[in-house]
């Protein structure tokens, strides 16, 4: 007894926290491979996701404050924030209908790529393929939480490559207005690519984050393949935010471990660090989880995905005149 | 008109939940360069940045608020085309899932010697968006009544103001409004000079509205039917009585709103009269008139009387400074009143 | 075709005086999204950002390089549509004494079922951009000839790829080109895997060029006339082919060139044939096909059988993912086909 | 004699150079007041222009590299730069011809408002009225410099509202990218105005030239109502540029002396610093030139300029049949 307290105290994180880290993590992995599987088997036309990024996104949607309005946090995601969504504690079948296009699909209907989630409930907005755009809209939330009060934020995620559009720079001005700050959370996943552009042949800037800095923000880079040194950044970045109102610009450092997109061929690209085989050697020597747990986790997830999938794959796609379901908006907002 | 806007906005600040009215100079002390945002309480300033303002439109409306966005001048919304697109997008995108309730107003078109960068059309682009409602007003009290609608929709809305009728009286009051003119101006027209302490004293407002979608006859006629907004509507009706006393009985429909607009009206009309003029300033190549056009066509092939017209800007980069350019590149009473004569003279 | 366009392009590079073909993995080791600018010589990558890209051609071209930019998919141009624009008024604004010798290329339209960011259409736009030569092949030969004027132009030009068709294989080779495509392959098409030490081999090309602005009759026919362009074109053909069985004698005219279009070749035509269908994939309000509309009626009213038809995309946000969607949006065979049984069968 | 070498030495810069600049900024200076006051008689519909930054406008200009091509130095101005285009040996006339919209206006034809210079020959290219897309292009003519080899450089210039918009970041980064530097001189003048609205109340920057640190660039904030200043910051930024064809940002305090344009009264604003006042006070302590003398190059310029007017304003207006000019330049590029 004396012993296993001595161990929970040198945990940098609380046990059943690491452990429900890596539940998501492996959810979020197992559900990218499963989405790839299926573009690769013909149930779906492209994949794009962010498998290589779970130990930044995950910590990211559990410290997300959920629900709808003002009142909570909203996320303009960009397309590789599936760990993030999942962590919210939504259902990973909508988006396997999402890549099989069915009508059921919860996000768009059959009608958007995979990824690109909107979930009003949990403010979500609809992502989407525009790169940058998100950064442009984060300021418009983040206002009407700031003018409702509370703690709530907002959170904007994009890559590396999309900080070169001018829409970066509009999100660091727009949430700096003086005597108008903004509580954003503004993140860059850096990858270091751009598709097949290398970062480091068209940015000049040695941190994304160091372009917070003229504004007067708060900035910082971290190591966005360690989950804890993630989740712990993250809680205290979003703890200023929430408190102070003023925006924090966060640079994630992560992988891209299955290359672009299905375009790029969707293959493991052995180079990249995978931030869960860190993480689970972490965990055994923690002594948190050990080998055989951590793959009973693995099976389960990819079991349970490699169900539903079976179950979407049979679903109906949506009909043809669906197309002009949903131009307009019913008067009450629907 | 620039006042109609503002008691209209005044209005939906107090009545409909109207949370934002921003852009450029929006906010004090200016009220924007048309003076149509002076003394509302929830105007500001933004950045000089239109990118980000229709972000900020999009991100309040995501969030409940209810945003009234402004670019200062049609001209400089050409880099938030993707923006545009996107919040028209953004309910079909997600099947339903949101909705976008904001208003983007902006200045347009020409007839105030603004030269190539403030003479721009929108209409052409704004009616090639899927997802907006799309309206312009060439009276105060429709301005004023649109606005309304406007403010209360559930998805986008975009305002074009005709600029060169911006300080333009109507003949019909807006409801509320003092019968004289100076008396409203000393009431709600900033003053010279200092402003910081000055306070707009409002009319007693009420919620005139004029709905979306609905186009007027404002001149019948049995020989023609003429089809404009903004701007060239008021032309347009000039040169209809013009050539009334030669004997050619133009109808004129004040479309009012471009998207949706009022099908069943303009058709009504030209199965009535058998002939069809469209009159607006866009250029004329990929011209919403073209729409109008290809529709009255499609629908009403067999029982045209004569070709259908559209008399637009012409195909050129820009409207030139100098008043030849400008008169030369859009229509023109002398013009539209020709097309009138010649449209009523041909043959079946 | 894309290998047709990056043949032309390297002709460029040695005879032309292209300076640079740039844009978002435009450069090695990619080679752009479609392979259409492997082992160029002077391809670069761009940092991700649109607005730089085209202010970067403008800026050589003012500077008097040769600059030809791409943007990834026409999807994301809309953003640079004030820098297109000014791209378009630079030598009018400045009365003639600038001119900018760009070009910009793009893929456009649907087909590869590109969801709602990778199907937009560019032509509506595109032709509402007076100032710019607006071209659109529907063949590898044409594709490559066109490039090749696009590169001797004086003035912008944009070069819109009809992305469904950019790995079709022509009927026409291109001259040099060898008559067995795998031994072409094997020659310009970057390996997999490592391809730093990889160097196209460039056939013997020759200065093969299509005129700006002249279209081509691909089938006549004395019937009908139906006029397309880039990735509706083949389908056109083909349902004339299929039609044609029904005794339906349709000409097929493939515009090529969308700004400034040839006229004379539509009207010529459709003075023969009474008859004219319009097709094209983008969304139908504001759209180019009903200029041609308009364009018909004005100078050929009294000549028609039949209303001058366009078939179009639907005017919905967006082109969906699932088939059922795509099929619904965007022109389908049958629908052409039927279209031009139609119309057809109209009686005068 | 003595005497007089002494105070040669002591001058900040050779006295011819100070006596031309004080023509320069005395004739740019009575260009816009002439400009004005056509605005005001009927002649001319719109006024915008550069009185009160000639202490920064002029030095630009005489300090550039003047010829056609890339071997020469490009500029990309906005529409305050009357003082850089007198600088580069521009006859005054051309402006009085755009502000009539005369056919013989120069830069337009009559189309363009007055202050959008077009000079072809001295590699101004066209100004717009597009706040801030003039720094997009810069780095493309800065390209065509770099490849043609010797020391020509780009120059552009634009106020400090416009930089929310995201080109002038686009800017910042395309004239970085690693190996790949751009010969620009990117200017701000900052008059702490956007048309009414106060910088400080959008912008938290408390140097707009820190927005270029973060990509390793060159940075200064300058005094631009000090000719004498201007002229040495300017010399020593443009030496770099040209020598290490790497991008040197430069925000220059200026003042806007008659508001944002006519369409604010374009009347006098008593309270912004007027360089021309202070330098005169500084030539005159100095010794360079006296009041009498000084006088007497206002009142020369004001003179031929009010000449110059009155022959203009009878100059034929361009026809509406010239609409369909130059939409196109012929093959050769004309
Ligand atoms: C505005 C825009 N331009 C181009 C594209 C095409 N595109 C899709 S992803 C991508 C690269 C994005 O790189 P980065 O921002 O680093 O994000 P990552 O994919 O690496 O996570 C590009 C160019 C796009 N979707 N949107
Ligand atoms: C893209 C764009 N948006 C808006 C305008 C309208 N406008 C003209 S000048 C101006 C203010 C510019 O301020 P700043 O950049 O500081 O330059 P200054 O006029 O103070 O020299 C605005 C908003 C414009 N010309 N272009
Ligand atoms: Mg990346
Ligand atoms: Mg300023």
Redesign the interface.
């Known amino acids: 007894m004396a012993q296993l307290v001595r161990i929970r105290d040198e945990l940098p994180l609380p046990r059943d926290l690491l452990v429900r880290l890596h539940d998501l993590m492996v959810q979020a992995r197992a559900l990218e491979e499963r989405l790839i599987s299926m573009y690769k088997s013909g149930h779906g ?2 994949w794009i996701g962010g498998p290589g990024e779970e130990a930044f996104s995950v910590p990211l949607g559990l410290l997300m404050k959920k629900g709808q ?2 009142a909570y946090d ?1 996320l303009h995601a960009h397309y590789r924030q599936s760990g993030t969504i999942l962590a919210l504690g939504e259902d990973p079948v909508g988006a396997l209908r999402q890549m099989k ?3 059921s ?1 919860p ?7 995979g990824g690109h989630y ?3 409930r949990l403010n979500v ?2 992502v ?6 998100q ?11 700031k ?1 409702h009060g509370g703690d709530a934020i ?1 959170i904007v995620t994009g890559g590396d ?2 900080t ?7 999100c660091l ?2 949430t ?4 108008q ?1 903004l509580p954003v959370l503004i993140v860059v996943t850096n990858n270091q690519w ?4 290398p970062a ?7 941190n994304l984050s ?2 917070g ?5 708060r900035t910082k880079t971290i190591d966005g393949n360690d989950p804890i040194a993630s989740y712990q950044e993250l809680a205290e970045a979003m703890a200023y935010v929430r408190k102070e109102r003023r925006p924090f610009l966060l640079e994630a450092k992560v992988s891209r471990l299955y290359g672009h997109s299905s ?1 790029s061929g969707a293959n493991l690209v052995a180079e990249e660090q995978d931030c869960l085989r860190g993480y689970e050697a972490k965990l055994e020597r923690y002594g948190v989880l050990d080998r055989e747990q951590m793959d009973a986790v693995r099976v389960r997830h990819a079991e349970a995905l490699a169900q539903a999938a079976r179950a979407v794959i049979e679903e109906p ?18 | 008109m620039a006042q109609a806007i503002r008691m209209a906005l005044h209005y939906a600040e107090e009545h409909l939940g109207v949370t934002d009215i921003f852009g450029e100079d929006v906010g004090p002390p200016l009220g924007g360069v048309f003076t149509v945002t002076q003394g509302l309480s929830t105007a500001w300033n933004t950045p000089l940045d239109e990118r980000g303002i229709v972000g900020m439109a999009m991100g309040l409306a995501f969030a409940g608020q209810r945003p009234v966005a402004e670019i200062q001048f049609c001209d400089y919304a050409f880099n938030t085309m993707d923006l545009l697109k996107l919040a028209g997008q953004m309910c079909w995108m997600c099947n339903g899932d949101w909705n976008l309730p904001m208003v983007l107003k902006t200045p347009v078109g020409a007839g105030i010697r603004g030269s190539i960068y403030h003479s721009h059309s929108f209409d052409a682009v704004a009616t090639h968006l899927p997802g907006w409602r799309v309206v312009m007003p060439s009276t105060p009290l429709d301005a004023y009544g649109l606005m309304i609608s406007a403010c209360q929709e559930a998805n986008p809305v975009m305002f074009l103001e005709p600029k060169a009728l911006l300080r333009v009286r109507g003949d019909e009051p807006i409801p509320g409004e003092p019968a004289d003119p100076r008396a409203l101006s000393k009431m709600i027209d900033a003053p010279l000079g200092d402003r910081s302490g000055w306070r707009p004293q409002w009319p007693a407002l009420s919620a005139y509205a004029v709905p979306i979608g609905k186009g007027k006859v404002v001149r019948p006629g049995g020989q023609l039917t003429v089809v404009s907004y903004g701007r060239m509507l008021p032309l347009c009706a000039k040169a209809a009585d013009d050539v009334a006393a030669e004997g050619v009985d133009a109808e004129v429909i004040d479309l009012r709103t471009l998207a949706p607009y009022d099908w069943d009206l303009v058709k009504a009309s030209i199965e009535k009269t058998g002939r069809a003029l469209f009159v607006n300033e866009d250029t004329e190549v990929t011209n919403f008139g073209e729409h109008l056009v290809r529709r009255a066509v499609d629908e009403l092939f067999y029982r045209l009387l004569a070709p259908p017209r559209l008399l637009a800007g012409k195909a050129v980069p820009g409207v030139g400074l100098a008043d030849n350019l400008e008169r030369a590149s859009v229509p023109q009473p002398p013009e539209i009143a020709a097309a009138m004569r010649e449209l009523a003279a041909l043959a079946p």
């Open positions: 036309y492209f309005g003002p909203f296009n069915t009508a699909d996000y768009s209907g059959g009608r958007n790529f909107s979930i009003r907005v609809p989407t393929s525009t790169i940058e755009v950064y442009l809209m984060a300021p418009g939330t983040a206002l009407a939480q003018r907002t490559a999309g070169a559009e001018g829409d970066f720079a509009s001005l727009w700096t207005r003086p005597g700050e751009g598709i097949s552009t480091a042949t068209v940015h000049a800037t040695r160091d372009r800095k003229a504004f007067g923000m375009a796609q949506p009909s043809p005149d669906s197309i002009w379901d949903h131009v307009f908006a019913p008067k009450d907002g629907g």
